[in-house]
């Protein structure tokens, strides 16, 4: 019992001197954010269209051109501190999927290029990879299984 009112009465003292989180702004600034990235994508997508690209093949290369940026983004030390400031909101578009590929693996250069570069830039999209991969062949079979 007396074990308990200790921990109950640590965490109300460690509760005075927690900052507090600024919710309202992190939501915001995430939103601005994501919506910025988003935008430039659009833009893209516009471009290509606009030069008479067909969706597809427009959609496409814009992905890979959203990519890039959040790779070079990444590796210029730019994109991580987006991602201080924005949090969620440099993380959800698909430059943050770059920015979890690049980043180990910028992390490990120095163990070289095979098992540095080549064995830690899936360390973390690897996982993103093989089960976004199997829920694909999962959603094939059952869509050709129910027409």
Known sequence: MEREFKNKEYKRIAQKFQPKRAILR???VSFLVGG?????GQLILNYF???????????GLTSGIMVA?????TGL???DELGKFAGAG???PITGFANSMVS???????EGFVFGVGAKMFSIAGPVIVYGSISAIIVAWLSLLLK
């Open 26 to 28: 992190n939501i915001i």
């Open 90 to 92: 440099s993380a959800i």
């Open 36 to 40: 910025f990235i988003c935008s430039i």
């Open 104 to 110: 180990p693996a910028l992390e490990f250069k120095r």
């Open 49 to 59: 269209l606009i030069q008479g690209m067909p969706f597809k093949e427009a959609s």
């Open 77 to 79: 030390g730019i994109y």
């Open 69 to 73: 940026l959040g790779a070079l983004l």
